[in-house]
């Protein structure tokens, strides 16, 4: 059964720490994001890779960092430079925009971090 | 810059009756958009999307959206609304800028049915 896997679905920060989410797929997709969603605010997007080995920041990477040294997976790292990390982070794939584009997203079920 | 707006955080509507979550968008260029849904703890599902053709788009769960040029407007219908549609629904947009499949997303309108 293809599809994305996130864990763990709750995570739990102490001050200073770094923690890393967990993203894998095997939907054999190209392209991974990583989003992050507040109440109210939508979906706002981190970071997005297009191929393994390459990645590119979204419009709030500040704080983040991402590797992407497989297909199957994209890991996200929530560094303690990230001083309001509380909240609902959604990871997606989706085929390349190469051939085959408008393609949509699909998720995983989220982590939701909190800060101790 | 693309963007969609959903003017409604909420909208309550009767089992049984049609429904609409409203959707606007603001592009250069042909717009690709995109309805999802988001029930609680859960990652967003794809509803349906709009590319190019027909203005009335059919989806999943039997919803629909109409796009409508002229009102740059994508609004999400349903001609008979269930208790289990209520839910979290995002109108997106792709983002063409740097390439990819990216998306832009409205802030969601929370859609409750009641019996």
């Known amino acids: 059964d293809g599809g994305i896997t996130q864990s763990p679905k709750y995570l739990f920060r102490k001050e200073g720490q770094n923690v890393t989410l967990s993203c894998e797929q095997n939907?054999?997709?190209?392209?991974m994001y990583w989003y992050r969603q507040d109440p109210g605010q939508g979906l706002r997007l981190i970071y997005y890779?297009?191929?393994?080995?390459?990645?590119q920041k979204g419009d709030i990477a500040e704080g983040y960092s991402v590797s992407r040294e497989k297909k199957e997976s994209f890991p996200l790292t929530v560094t303690s430079a990230q001083k309001n990390p509380t909240a609902f982070y959604l990871c997606?794939?989706?085929?390349?925009?190469?051939?085959?584009?408008?393609?949509?997203?699909?998720f995983g079920d989220g982590t939701r971090l909190s800060i101790l | 810059a693309q963007s969609v707006a959903q003017p409604e955080d909420q909208v309550n509507v009767a089992e049984g009756n049609p429904l609409t979550v409203k959707c606007t968008y603001s592009v250069s260029g042909n717009p690709y958009l995109f309805w999802y849904v988001q029930y609680p703890n859960r990652g967003l599902q794809f509803l349906l999307k709009?590319?190019?053709?027909?203005?009335l788009v059919k989806g999943s769960y039997g919803f629909e959206a109409e796009f409508n040029k002229s009102q740059t407007s994508f609004h999400l219908k349903k001609p008979s609304a269930l208790v289990s549609d209520s839910a979290l629904y995002f109108c997106?947009?792709?983002?063409?800028?740097?390439?990819?499949?990216?998306?832009?997303f409205g802030t969601g309108t929370q859609l409750k049915v009641e019996l």
């Open positions: 890779s297009q191929i393994v080995n390459d990645f």
């Open positions: 939907l054999n997709h190209d392209a």
């Open positions: 997106a947009v792709r983002d063409l800028t740097g390439g990819g499949n990216k998306l832009t």
């Open positions: 997606a794939s989706s085929m390349s925009s190469v051939g085959t584009p408008n393609q949509p997203q699909h």
């Open positions: 709009y590319i190019t053709g027909d203005n």
